[in-house]
């Protein structure tokens, strides 16, 4: 019976670098051994191709990022069980959706069943990482900001939902994959270079999948870049909706801010105060803690969890440069696509 890695993110822990780096160089780690499974998988040339979304929907209906042919997410989770009870020359294989972790928030009696279900078929290990709180809350309230064209909630309120205090109950969240799967098949791992393997994520996630980066390996470049603190409010409060090419208009109101603005002008505006950081902590820091203790050992835990190490003071984004991005905004809305900004 071959291993399966079951890698569930979290979301905005590197996983898209590991799932692009797994994706480019599939052919790579077959040779070591590793199958980086073709099912569930989303449409060729979209972000989503990388990553088995799909079958991670299976476990939390109500979302699917795309879909192979016209096939059903139960046809696609079916072939992907076949492919495993076959005989392989490969001793792994390795699915990874971060969406596999929200199943387990939104409906953690399903995760039981996906057990059972991963019974005798694979000898599985699921790979969780955990970021600290606070700079998780910005992370995806930034995802929310350059991905959903009504996502229009400022951070505050953001930090204040009920949706994002479920995803932060690292702990009862661990517990539900423990339970199912058991603690000795649950690797949870704290998301910080310090503690990757030679610093890097990708290798660290390949280390326990039994493999490794190669001189061979092709470089994908940078993931899921971040947009300047500037740049995120000034896009939540524009008008996003009608905007056919959402990517690409962000990335010019991105290439505006940062050839219009300078450094000191976009670090005033980061949303993550200390106040609001002080906030996110108070709730989950000592839970976050604990979990880091017990994950790294008490004379390994570095983090500082002190919000007063936060840069930024908010301040919203200046009345004579909001009307600038509004009139790109217009440009953009008007054409339909993406402006040009002169």
């Known amino acids: 019976m071959q291993k399966l890695i079951l890698h569930i993110g979290t979301q905005k822990t590197g996983t898209s670098a590991i799932q692009e780096v797994c994706s480019e160089n599939r052919d790579l780690l ?9 099912f569930g998988r989303g449409p060729i040339d979209t972000p989503a191709h990388h990553a088995h979304h799909i079958l991670s929907h299976k476990w939390a209906p109500g979302w699917l990022s795309g879909r192979i042919e016209a096939e059903t997410t139960d046809q696609v989770w079916n072939k992907f069980i076949a492919s495993l009870e076959k005989h392989s020359t490969c001793h792994t294989t390795v699915i990874s959706s971060e ?8 409906m953690p009696q399903a995760i039981q069943t996906l057990s059972d279900e ?21 992370s ?19 930090c204040k939902s009920d949706g994002l205090n479920a995803l932060l109950s690292y702990q009862k969240n661990l517990e539900v994959w423990r339970k199912a799967f058991g603690a000795e098949n649950v690797v949870p ?81 980061d949303p993550l105060t200390q106040e609001i950081a002080s906030d ?9 803690m604990d979990l880091a203790r017990e994950i790294l050992g008490e004379a390994e835990v570095l983090e500082s969890l002190d919000p007063t190490l ?33």
């Open 99 to 106: 969406h596999f972790y929200k199943a387990g928030v939104m």
């Open 118 to 138: 991963l019974d005798g078929k694979a000898d599985t290990t699921v790979v969780v990482y955990f970021r600290r709180p606070d700079t998780f809350s910005l």
């Open 310 to 342: 936060r840069n930024g003071t908010f301040e919203p984004v200046p009345e004579k440069w909001k009307a600038l991005l509004v009139d790109v905004w217009q440009a953009g809305n008007q054409a339909g696509r993406s402006p040009n900004v002169q």
């Open 189 to 269: 791992k704290i998301f910080n270079k310090r503690y990757f393997k030679d610093g890097d994520i990708v290798r660290d996630f390949l280390s326990i999948a039994g493999g490794h980066v190669t001189s061979e390996f092709r470089d994908v470049g940078s993931v899921n870049v971040s947009l300047s603190p500037f740049t995120l409010n000034a896009l939540s409060c524009l008008d996003r909706s009608n905007i056919q090419n959402l990517g690409k208009f962000i990335d010019t109101i991105d290439s505006f801010v940062r050839d219009n603005f300078t450094k000191d002008d976009q670090k005033l505006s």
């Open 140 to 158: 995806n309230w930034a995802h929310g900001i350059k991905t959903q064209k009504n996502f229009a909630m400022s951070f505050e309120d953001y």
């Open 280 to 288: 996110i902590l108070k709730q989950h820091g000592p839970a976050y």
């Open 30 to 38: 077959l040779k070591q051994g590793i199958n980086y499974s073709l």
